[in-house]
């Protein structure tokens, strides 16, 4: 059985930064594809970033071109999410994932296993 546990949110100012981090515990993810994810409130869980096995390629989520950098560190069994420039639009509760094949991909339903989330909060 798979857990990912997440850490690094919390409370910044817009502009500011914050780092994510998500320890998997149970099995080596090496192999597999991980993300991030995230449910504003009121608003339905969407595709932040995601990484490949081996870290070599990467997706985002538009909204966050630019300003969030998604990595891994294979045999820490962790996946890092580089928040920087921060909006409060960016508020949300975020996700780790992982699926069992090496590709990452943007759609929920692909991902396997799920964190519990950690609260972000950007205020203006």
């Known amino acids: 059985q798979v857990q990912l546990v997440e850490s690094g949110g919390g409370l910044v100012q817009a502009g500011g930064s914050l780092r994510l981090s998500c320890t998997a515990s149970g099995r080596s993810l090496s192999a597999s594809a991980m993300g991030w994810f995230r449910q504003p409130p009121g608003k339905e869980r969407e595709f932040v970033a995601g990484v490949s096995w081996g870290g070599f390629s990467t997706s985002y989520a538009d909204s966050v071109k630019g300003r969030f950098t998604i990595s891994r560190n294979s045999p820490k069994n962790t996946v890092y999410l580089q928040m920087n420039s921060l909006k409060p639009e960016d508020t949300a509760v975020y996700y780790c994932?992982?699926?069992?094949?090496?590709?990452?991909?943007?759609?929920?339903?692909?991902?396997?296993?799920w964190g519990q989330g950690t609260q972000v909060t950007v205020s203006s």
């Open positions: 994932t992982a699926r069992s094949t090496g590709r990452e991909s943007t759609i929920a339903n692909d991902y396997d296993y």
